[in-house]
């Protein structure tokens, strides 16, 4: 019964992923998100429900449309494999299994759009603090225990302070801009989730992601310097979700 519902919960995720990648494109150029048909970013061709399959239809199409030939923008691809792994490792780790998968599906747009774009749109920040608030308030509900959502809050101050604090004194010794303008607000709404000891804990995770990422660029030949910029927002978001799950929410 629980291999069913894991590769349910994959599949699911993989259907999310596919709306994640539509936002992932839409969502910089201003376009709804929703409102249009899919459609072939080359030849605007629409697409039939049988090119919409998520990771199927990239695996048959060989990654190209059957149109125009163009390639498929892998981000795509991504986004569909990143959500069913994250359905599927909720489904099988996490105790409360739907909130799990809230936030990794959340965390995984951010990151992509970090990555991709640069940037950390205040809409989608919005709607992660307000979904760990509401995270919060049911779980200080269900174990009648305010002290859930009080440790919300601080986490939530806490990690924008936190950020911020970080931000200010990059440039106070670089003199120039080391964060972004939406990382603070990102490192409260994750507050938010996890309290101030899981602020403190994707702090740490995400500092180590990016010692990891440092080795690999400089194992590829690239000149590692204190102006070398790394995605701070991707960073702290791909380091949130298994700290949620390893304190065992």
């Known amino acids: 019964m629980m291999v069913l519902q894991i590769l349910a919960a994959a599949v699911l995720g993989a259907a999310v992923g596919g709306l994640l990648g539509t936002v992932l494109v839409r969502l910089p150029d201003g376009r709804p998100v929703l409102a249009e048909r899919s459609t072939c970013d080359t030849c605007d061709k629409a697409l039939e429900p049988a090119e919409l399959i998520p990771i199927v239809s990239w695996v048959i199409q060989g990654g190209k449309c059957r149109e125009c030939g163009s390639a498929i923008d892998r981000w795509q691809l991504a986004a569909e494999l990143g959500g069913a ?8 780790l996490s105790y409360f299994p739907i909130w799990a998968m809230m936030l990794g599906w959340q965390l995984l747009l951010l990151a992509m759009l970090d990555l991709r774009q640069k ?66 607000a990102l490192l409260g709404a994750i507050g938010l989730w996890l309290g101030p000891l899981g602020v403190i804990h994707t702090l740490l995770v995400a500092g180590l992601g990016a010692l990891a990422v440092g080795l690999v660029l400089y194992r590829a030949g690239q000149r590692i310097a204190p102006e070398t910029m790394l995605p701070a927002g991707a960073l702290l978001a791909m380091a949130a979700w298994p700290v949620f799950l390893w304190q065992g929410f």
């Open 119 to 184: 940037w950390l749109p205040p809409r989608l920040l919005a709607l992660l603090a307000a979904s760990g608030a509401l995270f919060a308030l049911v779980m200080g509900y269900w174990a009648e225990d305010i002290m859930s959502f009080v440790q919300s809050m601080v986490g939530g101050v806490f990690g924008f302070v936190a950020m911020w604090v970080l931000g200010q004194g990059y440039h106070a010794w670089r003199g120039e801009e080391g964060l972004g303008d939406g990382d603070p």
């Open 85 to 92: 792994a994250i359905g599927a490792i909720a489904m099988a």
